[in-house]
Structure formats: C-alpha cells, structure tokens
C-alpha cells in the first residue's frame, strides 16, 4: 500500500476544494451577506491541513487498491470538510445534519433535512447546488482534469469512481479523457444555463438549476423545487437536460468525431430511452384523470419519470396523490436508474441488460444444452470478469438495503418510509414515498439513522466496492 501516495491525492483534492469555497464566498460578497465568512474560514483550514499532506511522494505509482482507497476517503473527507460551512453559518447548526446534506450534494442524490430552504443565504444555497455539479461527472475526475497525477495510477482512480459496469478511456492519457469529459459536461451546463435564462430566470437561479440538473441532483432554492416557477417552459429545459445528462458521456464523445452510427446502435441508450418513452406514456395514462388536460397529463408524467430514472429528484407534482400504478413505475424507475458513464445513480442501464441476457442465456442453455451461448451487449462479448462484476455488485447490493432497513427501521417510520428513504439514498434519487416523499424531508430521522443513510448515499455513488475496501484488513497492509 502506498500510504505516501493517498496522503499526496487526498492533499491535492483539499487544496481544490477549498479553492472552490471562494465561489460562494464571492456570491456572499455580490449579495452583502455575513455568510461568506464561513467559507473563507474554511478554505483557510483546507489549505492549512494540505500544505502537511502534498509533500510529493519518492513514489508515484499506485494501483488499484490505492485507487479504491483514495476514492472512498476523498468523498469523505471533502463531505467532512464541505459541512464546515453549514455549521459554522449556523445554516445548518448540527454537524451530523449537515454532514447529510452536504453528502447528498456531492453524491448528487438531493435527499435534505432542510425544511425551509428559501430561508437559507445565497451563499450557502449555492455551495448546496455546486457540490451537484462537481461531484456529478466526478470529484476525483474534476481533480484529474486539473491537476497532473501518476500516469499509471489515474486510471485506476477513474475506475473506481466513474458508475458503470466498465470504464474506458476515450483518449490514450487519462487526465486527457477527463479535460474531455468536464469539457462536454461545462459546454452542456452552459446550453441550459442561456437556455432557462431566456425563460425568464435570474442569473443566480439558472446556474444553481443548472448545476443540480448536471448532476442530476435536485437541490433547488425554491421549498416547492421546479414546481414553485410554474412553466410549462422551464419544466420542458430542465426535462430535456435531466435526459441528456443521464445518457453515457462517452457517446457525446462519438457525436463529436461525428460517428453517429456507433452512437445510435448502442444498446444501453435504446433501452434507456424506450423505458423512459414507455413510462412516460403508461403514466400519462394512468394519470390523465388527475389533470384538466391530456397534454398537461403528459408534461407532469414527463418531468417526474425523468426526473426518477435520471436519479435527479426535481418535482413539479406530488407524485404520492397519483395512482398506485403510477407510483410503483416511479418506484421500478429509481431502481434502474440512468446510463453508465452519466452523472446519474441507480443500478444502470448497463447492468440491467446484462443481467437480462445472462438470464436469456442460461435459459437457452437449459433448452439447448450443445449450443454455445455468450452473452453480447453492442455486439461485442460481454467478459466473464464483467458479468462476474455485475453478479457481485447485485449481490453486495441487496445486502447492504436489506442490512440500512433494518437499522432505520430503529427510528419506528412505516415500512414504505423505511424502505423508499434506503433505496433512494443508495440509489441517489432524492425523494421517496411517504415520510419521504416529493413535498416532505429527512428531517425526522435520527441522527443515527441519517449517519446510516449518509453511508447509504456513498455506497451508491461509488458503486459499493470502494466504500467496502475501506473495512477490508488486507487492503491496509504494507504488503498486499
């Protein structure tokens, strides 16, 4: 274990996060509020307790249980560290309630504790919303692009951050791919920003919007989120963009090098958008009583599906009046989740395929005992190091929501509060049902039962095995 070179990263990405504290700051400064103090504060502290950390390794190579390693305690640490402010605001006074919101923000899940966010400073609303943006495509893809790390090693940090069954490069040099992907992510944030300023939005609303629809987050400045803007346009923006920001970056990449025909034979972005046509239309229906007309129907079934599948958490309607059918879609919705390689939660896309061929195959292999099967996604074979991935990240899955029920049930809620406040933190929604549902909050919970839901949010986020590695014995040891 190189215990020198995750002392080194885990420096670096201190110092770019409280670099990034000065955005706040400076929004503090443009509305004359006290607020800004905090973050200066802490951005003073980052940078104190870097300097004892970045002194540069003799050696520089690190593999991947490093990579691992660094990742988990990177979300943790800038979670720790992006509390600060809330506290010391006394926006949020308790430490372990701001620790929950600020992990929400980072993993890009959007659950909140916050009963009156329109009470909370600028400032602070927008540190809330950043964190979205930044933790969407990435923290450490973000420090990647930015600042110059081992050639041999980045890689694996992208691997153990990146969602998705498999990660690849989309240029030779890692650092590279990662300028690449913040360069579509930043160019697509821009679009919408210009875009919801022509609906008549502030500059300050765009942007915070913006960055809670790139990473598919959902923090909003308004208590009542998109809803409280009532526009048929800005509902119609934010729903197009909640899309495209849960479709695999890498395809972005192709449209670029104008290869169409690989973008459009891809079998993930299929499903992903025949699942999200399909709900749409069988929600509409389902719900077409509810509204005065069809279209307006369609407009609220559009947002909410999109919104759930993209594991953003936006709401224009309160979902738990609609019928149970709509509902339980919405629920099948949050467990599926966006495309691999997105800013977007869940299980992916990817992985559903996967375990819906391999379900094909070992049926035709019962049927045909002879034939040779194989398991193919875009036409190419799936490896049985993929698949064997899948198995275990399903595997570990279901453990770790049947083990969070549990221990939240100690907080006595109703089992679809229970059991909807674990899934859409660990698959990084936002809201669920009842207790939790799209006009209610994490507040009720217990400060143990928000810890619990915290490590639930980081477990989704980085896909379970990083967060595992951190108890694994073995992985400590000089020799390993």
Same mark, same amino acid.
């Given at each position: 274990?190189?215990?020198?070179?995750? %002392?080194?990263?885990?420096?670096?990405?201190?110092?770019?996060?409280?670099?990034?504290?000065?955005?706040?700051?400076?929004?503090?400064?443009?509305?004359?509020?006290?607020?800004?103090?905090?973050?200066?504060?802490?951005?003073?502290?980052?940078?104190?307790?870097?300097?004892?950390?970045?002194?540069?390794?003799?050696?520089? !190579?690190? =593999?991947?249980?490093? &990579?691992?390693?660094?990742?988990?305690?990177?979300?943790i640490m800038w979670s720790v560290f992006g509390a600060l402010p809330f506290v010391l605001s006394k926006s949020i006074p308790?430490?372990?309630?701001?620790?929950?919101?600020?992990?929400?923000?980072?993993?890009?899940?959007?659950?909140?504790?916050?009963?009156?966010?329109?009470?909370?400073?600028?400032?602070?609303?927008?540190?809330?919303?950043?964190?979205?943006?930044? &933790?969407?495509?990435?923290?450490?893809?973000?420090?990647?692009?930015?600042?110059?790390?081992?050639?041999?090693? $980045?890689?694996?940090?992208?691997?153990?951050? !990146?969602?998705?069954?498999?990660?690849?490069?989309?240029?030779?040099?890692?650092?590279?791919?990662?300028?690449?992907?913040?360069?579509m992510y930043l160019a697509l944030s821009g679009i919408e920003v210009l875009l919801l300023l022509a609906g008549?939005?502030?500059? =300050?609303?765009?942007?915070?919007?913006?960055?809670?629809?790139?990473?598919?987050?959902?923090?909003?400045?308004?208590?009542?989120?998109?809803?409280?803007?009532?526009?048929? =346009?800005?509902? &119609?923006?934010?729903?197009?963009?909640?899309?495209?920001?849960?479709?695999?970056?890498?395809?972005?990449?192709?449209?670029?090098?104008?290869?169409? %025909?690989?973008?459009?034979?891809n079998e993930e972005l299929r499903t992903y958008l025949g699942v999200v046509a399909g709900a749409i239309l069988l929600v509409t229906i389902n719900i077409m009583h509810l509204y005065e007309t069809p279209l307006k129907a369609f407009r609220y079934a559009a947002f909410q599906v999109t919104s759930i599948i993209t594991t953003t958490g936006f709401v224009t309607a309160n979902y738990e009046l609609w019928p149970e059918f709509a509902k339980m879609i919405l629920l099948l919705l949050m467990i599926i989740g966006a495309c691999a390689g997105s800013t977007g939660g869940g299980m992916k896309v990817s992985r559903i395929l996967i375990l819906a061929k391999t379900i094909s195959k070992e049926v035709r292999q019962i049927l045909h005992p002879k034939s040779v099967n194989v398991v193919k996604l875009d036409g190419k074979r799936v490896s049985d190091e993929s698949t064997h991935g899948v198995y275990v990240y399903v595997i570990c899955y279901l !453990?770790?929501?049947?083990?969070?029920?549990?221990?939240?049930?100690?907080?006595?809620?109703?089992?679809?509060?229970?059991?909807?406040?674990?899934?859409?933190?660990?698959?990084?929604?936002?809201?669920?049902?009842?207790?939790?549902?799209?006009?209610?909050?994490?507040?009720?919970? $217990? =400060?143990?039962?928000?810890i619990v839901l915290s490590i639930d949010m980081l477990v989704g986020r980085l896909e379970i095995l990083p967060m595992l590695m951190l108890f694994a014995p073995q992985v400590w040891r000089k020799k390993f």
């Open positions: 274990m190189n215990y020198s070179m995750i %002392r080194f990263i885990i420096g670096k990405m201190l110092q770019i996060e409280g670099a990034l504290m000065l955005l706040p700051a400076l929004v503090s400064l443009i509305y004359r509020e006290h607020s800004g103090g905090s973050f200066l504060i802490v951005a003073v502290l980052l940078s104190v307790v870097s300097l004892f950390m970045i002194r540069k390794p003799k050696d520089m !190579v690190f =593999y991947a249980k490093e &990579g691992f390693v660094i990742v988990a305690l990177a979300w308790h430490f372990v309630d701001a620790f929950f919101e600020t992990v929400s923000g980072f993993t890009t899940t959007g659950s909140t504790i916050l009963t009156d966010i329109e009470a909370l400073p600028k400032s602070v609303n927008f540190w809330r919303c950043l964190t979205h943006w930044v &933790g969407g495509m990435g923290v450490l893809v973000f420090v990647m692009a930015v600042v110059p790390l081992s050639k041999k090693g $980045s890689m694996f940090l992208m691997r153990a951050e !990146v969602p998705g069954p498999t990660c690849d490069k989309l240029v030779p040099k890692t650092r590279s791919t990662a300028k690449i992907l913040y360069s008549g939005m502030d500059l =300050y609303n765009a942007l915070i919007h913006t960055f809670s629809t790139a990473g598919t987050g959902g923090f909003s400045s308004m208590n009542a989120s998109i809803a409280a803007f009532d526009s048929a =346009y800005i509902d &119609g923006v934010i729903t197009v963009f909640m899309l495209l920001f849960g479709i695999n970056f890498n395809l972005y990449f192709f449209l670029l090098l104008k290869n169409v %025909r690989v973008v459009w034979k !453990v770790i929501l049947a083990g969070s029920i549990l221990l939240v049930t100690v907080d006595n809620f109703d089992f679809a509060t229970n059991f909807t406040a674990v899934l859409t933190t660990m698959n990084n929604v936002g809201p669920g049902l009842a207790k939790v549902g799209p006009i209610e909050n994490f507040s009720q919970f $217990s =400060y143990f039962s928000k």
